[in-house]
């Protein structure tokens, strides 16, 4: 079975703080998808991120960063220098990795909501 | 803007009834999925559609089906309506219906059951 899982349920930071935001996932497959998503107050989900599980290269765009590591399951997400825009739920999900059939959907984590204070 | 439009934003309804909700894929893509939203579930897969033809089944109810129609839009209905139905519900499409296709998420349709 595929399972995400986020931890942190809310988090609070006052602006200008780094954060980072946990995900565990659980997938007996070998070759998968990871994901997050940010959810602002308005309610759309934004595609922030996907990486191939073959791919453990730490990725950095801007002020964000994500850290890969496939011996602990691990996907964690850091806002450098939070700002107040940032305050969002932030989603972390898993796809399966599969050709030729269907199993395309994304299984989502519980979210974490990140509070960034001025 | 991710090209994903549904309609309508909100809904308010009373228990028991039926709504339809209503999804058009981005131009070009011939896969479309459903997800529910509510505060006791987080976020979940209910369904996919793949050029007309029902792919994948996720946590979807008996009360709730789906079709994707000859121009690609697909609609959810939901029926004998309940208070926990109440959710936000997102459609999201891409261009084939396999895991190497990206999602992309339209803004959701908010249902209120009272």
């Known amino acids: 079975a595929q399972k995400v899982t986020q931890a942190q349920t809310e988090i609070s930071v006052v602006e200008k703080e780094d954060v980072t935001l946990d995900c565990v996932y659980e997938t007996r497959d070998t070759t998968y998808y990871l994901f997050w998503y940010k959810q602002p107050p308005s309610g759309e989900l934004v595609f922030l991120i996907r990486?191939?599980?073959?791919?453990?290269q730490n990725e950095i765009s801007g002020r964000y960063s994500w850290n890969f590591q496939k011996s602990t399951s691990s996907f964690n997400f850091t806002i450098t220098a939070s700002q107040v825009v940032d305050s969002a739920v932030y989603f972390c999900a898993l796809r399966r990795m599969v050709y030729g059939g269907s199993q395309g959907n994304l299984i989502f984590g519980k979210g974490t909501k990140l509070s960034v204070k001025p | 803007d991710s090209g994903v439009t549904q309609t309508p934003k909100h809904l308010i309804t009373a228990t028991g009834q039926r709504v339809t909700l209503r999804c058009s894929p981005r131009?070009?893509?011939?896969?479309v999925y459903w997800y529910q939203q509510s505060l006791d579930q987080g976020l979940q897969f209910l369904i996919q559609y793949y050029n007309g033809e029902e792919r994948a089944k996720g946590n979807i109810l008996e009360r709730f089906s789906a079709q994707q129609f000859p121009d690609l839009h697909s609609e959810l209905n939901l029926s004998s309506l309940e208070l926990g139905d109440s959710a936000l519900y997102f459609c999201?499409?891409?261009?084939?219906?396999?895991?190497?296709?990206?999602?992309?998420f339209g803004p959701g349709t908010r249902l209120t059951v009272t």
């Open positions: 999201a499409s891409s261009a084939g219906a396999t895991s190497s296709y990206e999602q992309y």
């Open positions: 131009s070009g893509d011939l896969s």
């Open positions: 990486r191939n599980s073959f791919d453990e």
